[in-house]
């Protein structure tokens, strides 16, 4: 199997040597192609998206990303962002579930929040009218919405779930997120095997810090899907138990979101979760799914026995320390 390994600088050159030793020393078999991609490619005078990474990721189909970084010369530009973008990825899906051995403010939550890419205010359309007015506006188009909702329906299918809720604020938005709702009911109605619910972004956000364990599939637009996603990365743990699945026409991108550079977390002291959680998806995904589940239950024993961890765990492990306590454990 051929994957894209995409690098984008700071603790992803810890992570990356981490979770490779992890899986070689699993047995897992996977054919790197590695690119150096955003700030850090920059930096070294290279283009933030090489047309040779981006010819790679279209043509393996996979790819494991850690965060790219934001160059000094254009701190504004989010090249995460630009890279989803250029790929045409339209949803973006988060398993959200708890760890054994992690601590967290709730236990036996499992669920997906699937988001829309695209459109919405992170369009990122805006204008000043005049001095001190500015415009934002909210896209929303009913071929995209069908788009997404087909997506979101048939993963939550082949997923095993069981029930949908869809995330909006159209008591308020009538329009935009009107349209998103209606295309929602629409799309639902060839999917009568999954039950359906609507649910408002507040009360949603009020419900996941109460009882986030009702929950199954959510389904949202670009902004509230973005808050909803790291709400319940909290719930569940934190940067340890997060992990993204981007996706395209005939690309799977599996994504950290977690990242820095060596002088906010030091060099060999990041947490190699938050890599290794999405490439255990990437290997269930491809019919490895044994595999991932042992490295998942070493992953689980290191953490409850609580003796190697990093420092955003309580510990002072490096990652190669925990790295390699994985694998003993496996």
Known sequence: MRVTLIQGGGVGYDLVPAVRHILDKAGVRIDFDEHLAGGEAMAKGLDP???????????????????????????????????????????????????????????NVDMLVVRELTEDLYAAIEHQIVPGVVQSIKVVTEAACRRFFRFAFDWAQVAGRKTIHCVHKANILKLADGLFLEAFRSVAKDYPQLQTKEIIVDNCCMQMVAKPQQFDVLVMGNLYGDIVSDLGAGVVGGISATAGINVGDGVKIFETFHGGSHAEIGADRANPLPLLL?????????????????????????????????????????????????????
């Open 278 to 330: 999405p490439a255990l998806d990437l290997l269930e995904m491809t019919g490895q799914k044994e595999t991932a589940a042992r490295i998942l239950r070493a992953v689980e024993t290191v953490l409850t026995e609580g003796r190697v961890r990093t420092a955003d765990l309580g510990g002072s492990a490096t990652t190669r320390a925990m790295a390699d306590a994985v694998v003993a454990a496996c």
């Open 49 to 107: 998206l090489p047309r040779a990474m981006l010819d790679s990721i279209r043509q393996n189909g996979l790819a494991l990303k850690t965060k790219l970084l934001p160059s000094p010369e254009t701190p504004h530009v989010n090249y995460n962002v630009v890279l989803r973008r250029e790929l045409g990825q339209f949803a973006s899906v988060r398993p959200l579930k708890n760890l054994r051995g992690l601590p967290a403010r709730f236990q």
